[in-house]
């Protein structure tokens, strides 16, 4: 199945095409203040380079995060509306998972790390490799990078977009993490969130375009709006 | 031409179909009223996650509820000016996503030029040029509607819009919430003359208004009260504080129509829907030969509807946004 797959949770709108198997397309556009503006042009544009129409695309997956709170609300609007609209079937694809499959073929157990906007906050989840399939392995962890350390008990590669940093920060925590973690430095990519949407929806596994909502992970803490917005002249 | 209409600026979730600008096929409002109550207001992430649940629904309902499917939908207006930004881009992801993917023309609109076409949309027989007050929770603008889709702002609030005046001495008489309905309701039984409260700005030539005064009166007063353990008559309080807003917004709006020589008045918005205005509005625009008219009560808050309407009025000018369409929440009303 010829699948367009949309990541919007970072500071780029990652936009691909992949059959499950080979990958027609990946691009990846700086989304500058937000991905809005740009996200639907950017997947007409990286549809055309890959000599396709909205048309011939089977199947649509979208980045469900977490990420910028603002980000996934747009990319998961925008793919379960794609879908919506033209009656293909969706399915949304966790951005962790989609960070996870980078480093498949480097280690049996992989941990993608996002970062939570503030200071050194965290969303983390591991994956265990079977059969070049990603299974996550326990709950999704949010919190301070330090508080992973204790959780490291055995050798894995680290993949997202400041795990050098956060490599740093952990065997400063335990330096005896030093022999048990590796990094890979990578983005979320649109023709990754494709490629596990083919292999999802190509086994019946879609999700209910109306029903499909972000992976914020973590609830707003912001006090009441007391006043509703200024009154625009 | 049907025209779908998304609306998603502030905590109101809505779509509609309208027809060539004036037959509502369908309007479907899904409000946050539980998050709300929750919260005791609006908190903007968690209804831009709310309205991120809910678009899709109430687009399907909307096509629905009209008998019709996105096959004859010949364009997309969608809220992009006034309001919460988280909001605001929910509403517009959806519309260029529709857009993009039917081929269809997609058009932006400012949240306050769909409550003025509300009125129009209501009240096919409102001529313009006319005064329009659009006063909710959020707004509180006089505005000269010069001609189809031209205006010019002449005031609005230094502070508080009325409607949330009227939440916040709601909230403080310990009344449900949203206060404006409240309010109305227990003011009429009531004393409206019971206290004398400040009428903010009503003798200032400026057409602004300010109501935090007010608001301050009716509180201090109040908390004098339980000081001295004297009786809480609340019909009263509510009913003069009620007169109070409603003194200040009539007296503005006739200054407004007096200023511009014009007879028509539009009143529009959340606060429109308020029985006691709606009375003061009728009584004293008679006396002066001047016309009025208010959206019938389901056009009066948020709603997408109005959104269609506008965004019919500004295709037939032959405007159309493009795919990178983006939200500027505090945009202002341009003419």
Known sequence: MIILGIDTSGYVNAVGVSDGINVLADASFPAKTDSLEQIVENIDSTLKKAGL?????EGIGVGLGPGSWTGIKVGVTVGKMLAFSTNKPVAGIPTLEALAYAARDKSPLVGAVISAGIRDAIYTAFYRVKNKLLIREGDYFVGDVKDLAPLIKEPVILVGSEVNRYYELLIKEDSSLKTKIKTLEALPSGATIASLAANRLEQGKSDNPLSLTPLYLKESTA???????SGGA | ???????????????????????????????QLDLLKKYGG??????????????????KEALDTAGKTLDDVEAVAVTSRQGLIGCLMVGVA????????????????????????????SNPDLPVPHICLTVSGGHNMLVHVQKNCRYKVLGTTLDDAAGEAFDKIAKFLGLDFPGGPVIDKLSQQ??????????????????DFSFSGLKTAVINMFKEKIASDEALPLADIAASFQEAIVDVLVAKTLRAVEEHDLKVVSVTGGVSANSRLREVFAETCKKKGIQVFSPKLSLCTDN??????AGYARMMLGERSDLRLNVFPNAPLGG
């Open chain 1, 53 to 57: 129409t909205l048309k011939e695309v």
């Open chain 1, 223 to 229: 006090k009441v709006f007391t006043k509703k917005y």
């Open chain 2, 1 to 31: 031409m049907l025209i779908l209409g998304i609306e998603t600026s502030c905590d109101e979730t809505s779509a509609a179909l309208v027809a060539d600008g004036k037959t509502i096929l369908s309007n479907v409002i899904a409000t």
């Open chain 2, 42 to 59: 609006v908190v903007p992430e968690v209804a831009a996650r709310r309205h991120t649940e809910l678009i899709g629904y109430v687009i």
């Open chain 2, 94 to 121: 959806a519309a260029k996503s529709i857009s993009y993917a039917k081929q269809i023309p997609l058009i932006g609109l400012h949240h306050i030029e769909g409550h003025i076409f509300a009125n129009r949309l």
């Open chain 2, 190 to 207: 009531g004393n409206r003359q019971a206290f004398s409260f400040p009428r903010p700005m009503i003798r200032s030539q400026a057409l």
């Open chain 2, 304 to 309: 997408a509807a109005m959104i269609a309407a």
